[in-house]
């Protein structure tokens, strides 16, 4: 399962963009309300999650994906269940998707050791012990981090390259004209 977890104040963009992509490809993907079923997002857009915190099971985790916005990111941030889910993607090698401020998030983990990472700007020195690279999207393993919501289509490609292949991924930017 793939859980995209989204915290009042989260970016829409950054959230339900990939979510799209990937359901358009066919994934089994779950939003996951922090606090509740309806979230309202960075720009009062609200959003009905398929499901609550309360409903993940660790053991079918096969994504997380995080969105940013604030304050979103911090919601999402002080959240066990989140936190907890995070933590069991890292420890079983499986992918992790945060873009804007949520690779923050990560890198007060500490899971941005040694690894490559881009985020929204002015939030650099929270990806602690990163590589910081200034670029739209970053893939480094199990991990893949953007820059923010002008991104988020990049962001939702990369994830699906990163569970299909390149090939699945421009058959369906071809389908959706994105050029």
Not at 26 to 45: C, E, N, Q, R, S
Not at 70 to 95: C, F
């Amino acid at each position: 399962m793939i859980y995209v977890f989204l915290a009042n104040g989260f970016e829409e963009c950054e959230s339900l963009v990939p979510v799209d992509i990937l359901r358009r490809a066919g994934f089994d993907l779950k939003t996951v309300g922090v606090g509740g079923k309806t979230i309202v997002g960075a720009h009062d857009i609200s959003v009905v999650c398929d499901i609550e915190t309360k409903d993940v099971v660790l053991k079918n985790i096969e994504a997380v994906i995080l969105p940013g916005g604030m304050p979103g990111t911090i919601n999402l941030e002080n959240d066990d269940i989140v936190q907890k889910s995070i933590d069991y993607a890292n420890e079983n090698n499986l992918l992790i998707g945060a873009i804007c401020a949520a690779p923050s998030i990560l890198g007060h983990k500490g899971i941005l050791k040694g690894k490559k990472a881009t985020c929204f700007d002015g939030f650099e020195d929270d990806l602690i012990g990163a590589d910081v690279i200034n670029t739209a999207v970053v893939r480094d393993g199990n991990i893949i981090t953007a820059k923010g919501a002008g991104v988020a289509f990049e962001f939702g490609f990369e994830l699906l390259t990163y569970l299909t292949n390149k090939e699945n991924t421009e058959k369906l930017k071809n389908t959706m004209k994105f050029i």
